[in-house]
């Protein structure tokens, strides 16, 4: 009998293995849904057809460097992930970063912006690319590379683009301007490091010349949409409750409609310019109608940037976890107009 409760002791105890379950896919209720639960950061939504293209952030995998992640709009598993090249040499100290991703019209390619630098007692990146990259290969091939060079009006050499678009299949359109990093000196030996992006208005990127062209009557724009009628809702630096409209081959954009505070991001959202007002809140106008709408969102953290999502009321809203002063990491969330 002894011998039999040993044997039975040891044939419990053996390893055993569990299969995976199934992945679910994406929830099926009402928004606000939340979209990505990474404990990174998630930044730059963009959204083509039913892909949501975006900057990823692991810090236990790549550091400091941004990959480009790809997931279904609706939510669900990654599709893809595409990274910068591995560093050669342990003497390679450079990073390397992708954000501000846009996909081509018929999604088969991915623009994006390319920054490297070292961050061993450097602030910033020396190298600023624009990108466009077949999305199988995005990771190791690309077929048009722009390294951002212009100088404004005040003499400040451009650096950087945001919001990336696709005007059509030959051309890009994006918020042109200049990049900086600043230290905040914190208690002690803390210093906190910040990013600012100052536009200098909107541009536009021929891919088969390389030939940039500034777009009469989008100087100064701060924020972006493309309006229903082919022409373009902005936002300027001076004036960030205003929106203009600046209609198809128009020199200058005209006032259309005033918000209630200095507009962070806009958005065409079926039809309906959407712009994010302080912080938790986005505001807009319905068509024909003067009657400011207001939606507070009631997130966990500030919103910092909206992308619509084609053929509904809904959008992607970009927010941060918390309320950190400098910032805090951020997942995307989906949301519904009313």
């Known amino acids: 009998m002894l011998g039999f409760c040993v044997l039975v002791a040891c044939e419990h105890?053996?390893?055993?293995?569990?299969?995976?379950?199934?992945?679910?896919?994406?929830?099926?209720?009402?928004p606000p849904q939340r979209l990505t639960f990474s404990p990174g950061d998630d930044r730059h939504p963009a959204v083509t057809g039913d892909v949501l293209v975006y900057s990823r952030l692991d810090?236990?995998?790549r550091g400091n460097e941004r990959c480009l992640a790809f997931l279904p709009a609706a939510g669900g598993t990654l599709l893809r992930e595409a990274c910068p090249p591995p560093r050669r040499t342990p003497a390679d100290t450079f990073v390397d970063t992708w954000i501000?991703?846009?996909?081509?019209?018929?999604?088969?390619?991915?623009?994006?912006?390319?920054?490297?630098?070292?961050?061993?007692g450097v602030l910033g990146f020396g190298d600023t690319r624009v990108v466009v990259a077949p999305v199988e290969r995005a990771?190791?091939?690309?077929?048009?590379?722009?390294?951002?060079?212009?100088?404004?009006?005040?003499?400040?050499?451009?650096?950087a683009v945001s919001?990336?678009?696709w005007v059509d299949d030959h051309t890009l359109r994006f918020l042109l301007g200049h990049e900086y990093i600043f230290k905040v000196k914190g208690g002690g030996l803390i210093r906190y490091t910040d990013t600012t992006f100052q536009s200098y208005g909107l541009a536009q990127l021929d891919?088969?010349?390389?030939?940039?062209?500034?777009?009469?009557g989008g100087d100064s724009a701060f924020a972006y949409a493309e309006a229903p009628d082919g022409g373009l809702w902005l936002v300027r630096n001076e004036s960030r409750q205003t929106l203009r409209h600046l209609s198809p081959g128009a020199d200058s954009a005209m006032a259309v409609a005033e918000y209630s505070g200095p507009v962070q991001g806009l958005a065409n959202v079926a039809g309906v310019p959407v712009a994010i007002v302080a912080d938790t809140t986005v505001e807009w106008f319905e068509p024909a109608d003067p009657v400011l709408r207001r939606l507070v969102m009631g997130a966990a953290g500030p919103l910092r940037r909206i992308e619509a999502v084609p053929g509904a009321r809904r959008f992607v809203a970009e927010i941060e976890r918390g309320w950190a002063l400098f910032g805090d990491p951020a997942n995307f969330w989906l949301y519904e107009l009313p």
Do not use: C, H
């Not at 999604?107 to 994006?112: E, F, L, Q």
């Open 13 to 30: 105890t053996r390893p055993y293995s569990v299969a995976a379950p199934d992945p679910l896919g994406p929830w099926g209720g009402p």
């Open 139 to 159: 990771g190791d091939s690309s077929e048009f590379l722009w390294r951002i060079f212009y100088v404004s009006p005040s003499g400040i050499p451009a650096d």
């Open 163 to 165: 919001e990336l678009s």
């Open 207 to 216: 891919l088969p010349t390389g030939a940039l062209s500034l777009i009469a």
């Open 100 to 120: 501000e991703p846009a996909l081509s019209p018929d999604g088969g390619r991915v623009a994006y912006m390319w920054q490297q630098g070292s961050l061993v």
């Open 59 to 61: 810090p236990d995998e």
